[in-house]
């Protein structure tokens, strides 16, 4: 069973950055591409970004490209996501999720994920 466990949420103000990181266990990591998700209050969940197995494709959603990055540690069996230029519309709860496969059409759909982390607050104050 593939455990996903996110850090690095708080509060920054409007402009600044942060980096989220998502360790994961029980399972092989290398193997599973990443994604990440938010959801603000009263929104649905949102497809942020999403990376392949080995880091050689990477999707992003149009709201943050160009100011988040999402990466990958196989050694160490982490997904980071470096968050600059952030808005206070960036303010949700961010969670990180795994799949076996990549879909590049189906890469935003949450439904095709199949581990989550519990999530860890961003917030942005203006």
Same mark, same amino acid.
């Given at each position: 069973?593939?455990?996903?466990?996110?850090?690095?949420?708080?509060?920054?103000?409007?402009?600044?950055?942060? %980096?989220?990181?998502? =360790? =994961?266990?029980?399972? $092989? !990591?290398?193997?599973?591409?990443?994604?990440? !998700? %938010?959801?603000?209050?009263?929104?649905? %969940?949102? !497809?942020?970004?999403?990376?392949?197995? @080995?880091?050689? =494709?990477?999707?992003?959603?149009?709201?943050? $490209?160009?100011? !988040? $990055?999402?990466?990958?540690?196989? =050694?160490?069996?982490?997904?980071?996501?470096?968050? @600059?230029?952030?808005?206070?519309?960036?303010?949700?709860?961010?969670?990180?999720?795994?799949?076996?496969?990549?879909?590049?059409?189906?890469?935003?759909?949450?439904? %095709?994920?199949?581990?989550?982390?519990?999530? $860890?607050?961003?917030?942005?104050?203006?």
């Amino acid at each position: 069973q593939v455990q996903l466990v996110e850090s690095g949420g708080g509060l920054v103000q409007a402009g600044g950055s942060l %980096r989220l990181s998502c =360790a =994961a266990s029980g399972g $092989t !990591f290398s193997s599973y591409a990443m994604a990440w !998700f %938010r959801q603000a209050p009263g929104k649905e %969940r949102e !497809f942020v970004a999403a990376i392949s197995w @080995n880091g050689g =494709a990477k999707y992003y959603a149009d709201s943050v $490209t160009g100011r !988040f $990055t999402i990466s990958r540690d196989n =050694a160490n069996n982490t997904v980071h996501l470096q968050m @600059n230029s952030l808005k206070p519309e960036d303010t949700a709860v961010y969670s990180c999720a795994s799949d076996r496969v990549l879909s590049i059409v189906y890469y935003s759909d949450s439904t %095709r994920y199949e581990h989550w982390g519990q999530g $860890t607050q961003v917030t942005v104050s203006s």
